[in-house]
């Protein structure tokens, strides 16, 4: 019996080569796509990013666009410069460098002299204006703070105990008691016939409710002749304190708003040099800081 004749291989080769074929075909795409972006377009790379995500599903998170072009479909959050990353192979240039270290980068036409100077002109008119405005409210709010002082101690019968004035800042309105009409020389403890007076005084503060009130104690520059305290600092600041306890107990002022000190002889108001100066810098000053104050 004849055999029978081999069929011919078919034309096409063996089936590796069209898996190898279609490999060498993607390699010289890839390799023509690098070639074409050897010098970047913004523009241009937007879109090859974009098409690259919607064709390969390169980026894999949540939709975001690149600058404003197209949105990648599924894609995640766009990284910003992505066009240098990638010209760069991921390493940023010294120029990117000193971008990021936030030096001026001449190159940027958002960074030109004239556009820094204008937009710090800008900040600074704008920095003005707000501190413009606080400012008025403050004076505003201390006028009126001030106006409502004095009715007060005008009600109370206390002009003849209190001096009043506003803060050139206009931070707080001033009570200025003399040290005279509260304390015996060289002591701290408040006179018993001063007690009125400083009651009044807190049923004042009690109508600002709310406010930081700060008590300070003042002495003259003579030295202290006294076991119980060692010299002006100690005697201003218990004197301080004093007024504050009362007023706290006597007249309910809230303690947590409440600050007191003493400055001795280191903040005087008149010349030590005659016994009327003096006096005069013996004092205890009750200050009402306004809404605005920092204090």
Known sequence: ????????????????????????????????????????????????????????GVFDAGGASIGTGQLISSGMTQMHDLGEYFSSMGRPSKQSDSINQGEYDPTNPKNTEENTQGSNSANTEDIKEAMEKIKNKMAEETAGMYDKVSDLTEQYNLGNYVELSIDPEYQFVELTLKGSILYDSGNAEIKAKAKPILSKVGDVLKKFDGYTIEITGHTDNVPMNSTTYKDNNWLSSARALNAAEYLIENNGLEPALVKYSGRGEYDPISSNATPEGRARNRRIEVKIFNEYSSN
């Open 1 to 56: 019996m004849a055999r029978k004749k081999r069929e011919a291989p078919s034309s096409a080769g063996a089936p590796w080569l069209n898996t190898f074929a279609d490999l060498m075909n993607l390699l010289l795409c890839f390799f023509v796509l690098l070639f074409s972006m050897s010098t970047v377009d913004a523009q241009k790379f937007e879109e090859i990013a974009v098409s690259m995500a919607n064709t390969f």
